[in-house]
Each structure stands twice: as structure tokens, then as C-alpha cells.
Nanobody, 133 residues
Framework: EEWLLESGGGSVQAGGTLSLSCVAS????????LGWFRQSPGKEREWVAA????????HYADPVKGRFIISQENKQKTVYLHMDNLIPEDTAMYYC??????????????????????????WGQGTQVTVSS
């Protein structure tokens, strides 16, 4: 069983910066995938970024490319989401998630093994990010 605890959410003005942290406890290993998701009221949950715990296989959703960075501190079993140049559309509850490893992900007729999938097994409780204009 994995337990995930997010922190670092808050309120900022557009153009500001926030960093989220997620500490994992349990049998997190180097093959684990770690992902960040977000959900705004009235909207479906949206995948934001993903990375393999041992490093590598980093992916970002198009709306956050160039502004968000996912990283890990393996000894502390912590994954971070650094968010720059925030916009009001980034306002959401942000969730950290973990799963046992890569899965086959298909897009545009091409399939590959990746951490960029939606159906993660373990979830944190979420941390709120609010960006005002």
C-alpha cells in the first residue's frame, strides 16, 4: 500500500510561481510512476505531468509544457511539481498519484510504454492551487 501526501498549494497572482511536493510512503521503488493531476469544479480530472521515480520518462500535458517541471528526490521519496508563469486556468485541486510502473499508452496510432496514463492506483488527498488575474 502506498500513501501519498501533497503540500505546497496556495494562492498566487497570474505570472506567479508555486511548488508542490508529494511524499510517498510504502514500497515505492525505482520503477514506480509518479504523476500529477488536477481537477477544477465542474471539470473532469486532467493529467498534468508524469515521471518514473528513478528518473526519466518525463511527460507533460500540452497546457503546462514549458511552465511546469516535475522532479524527484529519491532518498526522500518525494516528487515535486514546480509551476512557473501561472495563469488563472491553472486553478484547481492538484493531486499526486503513484503506480507500479509504465503501462502501454497509445496516441495517434502509436503505442509505447510510458508513465503518461490516467488510471493511477494510489492517490493523495489533493492540495488547492488558486491563481488570480
Amino acid at each position: 500500500e502506498e500513501w501519498l501526501l501533497e503540500s505546497g498549494g496556495g494562492s498566487v497572482q497570474a505570472g506567479g510561481t508555486l511548488s508542490l511536493s508529494c511524499v510517498a510512503s510504502g514500497n515505492t521503488g525505482p520503477n514506480f510512476c509518479l504523476g500529477w493531476f488536477r481537477q477544477s469544479p465542474g471539470k473532469e480530472r486532467e493529467w498534468v505531468a508524469a515521471s518514473q521515480f528513478g528518473g526519466g520518462d518525463t511527460h507533460y500535458a500540452d497546457p503546462v509544457k514549458g511552465r511546469f517541471i516535475i522532479s524527484q528526490e529519491n532518498k526522500q521519496k518525494t516528487v515535486y511539481l514546480h509551476m512557473d508563469n501561472l495563469i488563472p486556468e491553472d486553478t484547481a485541486m492538484y493531486y499526486c498519484a503513484a503506480d507500479l510502473g509504465k503501462k502501454t499508452v497509445c496516441s495517434g496510432g502509436t503505442c509505447s510504454r510510458s508513465c503518461a496514463y490516467d488510471d493511477y492506483k494510489y492517490w493523495g488527498q489533493g492540495t488547492q492551487v488558486t491563481v488570480s488575474s
